[in-house]
């Protein structure tokens, strides 16, 4: 065990660098390590680790789409090699071509069949297709090529390191295909689209065809957001996504039978005893049913970890489990170190570690009931820490919910494998069981739809410092020490660490944070003990929603419990569409602007802990939507940030009539994010900005900062950052000046994508050839 703990954090030490290390330290941990007897093979395993994994990242990054190829367009062949994700009318679209003609969104990995390009794996898009996808085709698509490349912000969702633990070196979308000459590769995947198929003949239009899909293939793209959002109240995401849980479930109910029908004949039981023949059986299906699921990481590490379980068990050694964990953890993390980068991992060796705690017998004999709400209380303490690390939330319902649920559903999982078995090969008898099963099903989703409706506060939002998090930890283990250790005192104290009110975000003066959230805008202000949020950046149906995936979790993580006033400018997609993931979240003390019943008033002021509020400009009659933005001025020591939404060339004439005096300002957020509409030469020169920042996406189709203006703020040595290069931009206001960090130069990982960060006295080349 002390190997794979060496080996385990050489490869982190690994990931968690900015740069791959030179050359030499690795010599250096190796002369170390044959030098020092004692320390000898943990540093050897160190080594090793930091090694492979460096040349595993190493084999990812080489694979990227170049960044100085970003946008180029391609005809290439290659195989569908994921099930295709289809959804209608996302981000916007209504689902019809401009012909009339029904379209489709199609997500789905390609393999390129030509080995000379760089990338082997790319995430694909297909916008309004009429085409029909399946699994392991062949087809020559023409693809616009992109780096992979994603938003950074504190407490965000890493895009970047999404892709990179996936191994995709790059994103595309779709400008045009035809099918080509199958090459008969992929041949599980096909399988599994082929039994995709009888799915949907077999229960045509039933509600439970998405559960079905998740439960046997590992296809969740059926499940909308309501369904997830439902897991998620109540705890139970672990059962529909197919994990350890579920691969359990399968390989115990085999056990059962098989053992149960060996004892039946005694010449059996004669050449191989009944419980070694149903341990192998058991195995057998946990490996096929991860096979059908599409053998995906999660998959994989249940049916190795019940494998060497097994092996263990066959050979007398399940009296010291933890050597099987220890063995699976060091094979899964060896042969994938990037895996490491993924919480499942964590929170599955948590799950089953904590089982095997409780199950150990330590803690005084309970059976029935009694041990399973022991056995469920301690997996809610020991994994509320590690949820609230990866996910700034846990949901309070969930041991009580799973009490109920997870019986249910190991009794309707190996009912729903058996009776797609039974359908396949005897349909008249199989079909009414599986419609049965289904029903089943759906009766439990909408239980599940039901009890998030009637808990919409079920989800504890909180993102706790990692020391909070790590004592909680321990405290977990603490309070379920093995009786006669007096522990349980130190674990309830540990696990109080959960509810210490965060640190201060600033002391004097305020912080304001210009969030990545793509084509949109999202502006956080803390003072000393107010928080303000202006703009909740976009939101797509079935897509991105910058509220919940960028603006809660940077709220959350620096210690937010609630916004004191939340101000929408306009009424526009990309500065409104997050505000309804950030009310289900945060309480909302004060709301202005659109959406509200509080428009924003020119002259209002306000002050907090001595930072200064006033409102520039609102709606006006006459006005369009941009030009009627709230225009937000921030002030403390004589330094000022000036928040002008979408207006445009009117909007700031607008303000330079009514409040010239007013809107000189060190930091400006570019207005319209840096459209060629705004920022015109008089509203920079009366603003006189040192920094100014442009909210918008990385290479947009709108390519905004458009270049002109670029250029317009160059000339006058007007330092600039764009949040599509740069990450969320933090700049501090006090008395001693001001400070700016961005978070991609912060939050630097091997994965992270290069960009520029600030412009000052040139335009990047991407700008001088832009329209």
Not at 316 to 332: F, K, T
């Amino acid at each position: 065990m002390p190997l794979v703990v060496a080996f385990t954090l050489g490869a982190l030490a690994l990931l968690q660098s900015r740069d791959f290390p030179l050359l030499w330290v690795y010599g250096v941990l190796l002369i170390a390590s044959l030098l020092m007897r004692r320390w000898r093979s943990l540093l050897l395993a160190f080594t090793a680790g930091a090694v492979i994994t460096a040349f595993e990242a190493g084999r990812v990054i080489d694979s990227r789409w170049p960044s100085s190829r970003f946008g180029e367009v391609i005809t290439v062949e290659g195989v569908v090699a994921s099930l295709p994700q289809a959804q209608r009318g996302e981000a916007g679209f209504d689902g019809e071509a401009r012909d009339g003609v029904p379209s489709t969104t199609w997500r789905f990995r390609f393999d390129p069949v030509d080995k000379a390009l760089p990338s082997k794996k790319i995430r694909v898009a297909w916008y309004r297709s009429s085409e029909s996808l399946r699994g392991g085709e062949c087809w020559r698509l023409r693809l616009v090529m992109r780096t992979p490349h994603g938003g950074i912000n504190p407490g965000g969702f890493d895009y970047e390191g999404w892709l990179f633990r996936q191994g995709i070196g790059a994103t595309a979308t779709v400008r045009g295909g035809e099918r080509c000459e199958d090459t008969g590769s992929h041949r599980l995947l096909r399988l599994r689209q082929a039994f995709s198929d009888r799915l949907k003949a077999w229960l045509p239009d039933h509600p439970a065809l998405p559960m079905v899909a998740a439960l046997t293939l590992g296809d969740t793209s059926g499940l909308d957001e309501d369904d997830w959002q439902a897991f998620r109240l109540t705890g139970t995401t672990h059962l529909v996504a197919i994990s350890g849980f579920n691969v359990a479930i399968v390989a115990g109910v085999v056990f059962w039978l098989l053992r149960a029908f060996w004892r039946l004949v005694p010449a059996l039981c004669l050449r191989v005893p009944a419980p070694r023949a149903a341990l192998a059986a058991s195995v057998l299906a946990a490996f096929l049913y991860a096979l059908l699921a599409g053998f995906e990481p999660p998959v994989q590490r249940a049916a190795l970890m019940l494998g060497l379980l097994a092996l263990a068990g066959a050979w007398g050694g399940l009296g010291q489990p933890s050597r099987a964990l220890a063995l699976a953890w060091g094979l899964i993390v060896a042969t994938d170190p990037l895996t490491l980068l993924a919480p499942g991992l964590w929170l599955s060796f948590a799950a089953v570690g904590a089982i095997f705690y409780v199950s150990a017998g330590r803690l005084g004999p309970v059976s029935g009931w009694r041990a399973a709400i022991r056995v469920q209380l301690m997996l809610s303490l020991m994994l509320a820490p590690l949820t609230l690390y990866w996910f700034q939330g846990t949901s309070l319902t969930g041991p009580l919910v799973n009490l109920a649920a997870v019986p249910i559903a190991a009794l309707l999982t190996p009912a729903l494998i058996g009776a797609l078995l039974l359908t396949a090969l005897v349909p008249v008898i199989g079909l009414p069981l599986l419609t049965g099963v289904a029903d089943a099903l759906a009766l439990g989703q909408q239980a599940l739809l039901w009890i998030a409706d009637a808990t919409p506060k079920a989800w504890a939002a909180a993102s706790p410092e990692p020391a909070a998090l790590l004592l909680a930890l321990i405290g977990a283990v603490a309070l379920f020490a093995p009786a006669g250790l007096p522990l349980r005192v130190f674990g309830v104290i540990a696990l109080s660490a959960l509810f210490l009110p965060p640190p201060r975000v600033v002391e004097e003066g305020f912080r304001a944070t210009v969030l990545d959230v793509g084509q949109g805008l999202a502006v956080v202000v803390h003072t000393a003990r107010h928080t303000l949020l202006y703009d909740a950046g976009p939101a797509y149906p079935g897509g991105f929603d910058a509220g919940r995936s960028v603006v809660v979790p940077y709220l959350l993580r620096s210690g937010a419990r609630k916004l004191d006033r939340l101000i929408v400018s306009h009424g526009d997609l990309d500065h409104v569409g997050g505000v309804t993931a950030v009310k289900a979240a945060l309480r909302v003390d004060q709301r202005s602007g659109s959406g509200s019943d509080q428009p924003c008033m020119a002259g209002e002021r306000w002050t907090w802990d001595g930072v200064g509020f006033e409102l520039l400009a609102g709606p006006e009659a006459g006005l369009s939507d941009n030009d009627g933005s709230c225009v937000l001025r921030v002030s403390y020591g004589g330094q000022a940030l000036l928040l002008a939404g979408d207006i445009e060339a009117q909007g700031e004439a607008r303000l330079l009539a009514t409040a010239p005096d007013k809107l000189e300002a060190k930091v400006l957020v570019t207005p319209h994010h840096g459209s060629r509409t705004s920022s015109s030469a008089a509203f920079i020169d009366a603003i006189q900005p040192e920094l100014t920042i442009h909210s918008a996406g990385w290479h947009h189709r709108f390519r905004h900062p458009a270049r002109e203006v670029v250029a317009r703020y160059a000339e006058r040595g007007v330092k600039q950052i764009a949040t599509g290069d740069s990450g969320a931009v933090t700049v501090d206001f006090d008395m001693n000046g001001r400070r700016t960090n961005m978070e991609r130069r912060r939050a630097k990982r091997l994965w992270s994508t290069p960009a520029d960060h600030v412009w000052h006295n040139h335009i990047p080349d991407r700008y001088e050839t832009a329209r």
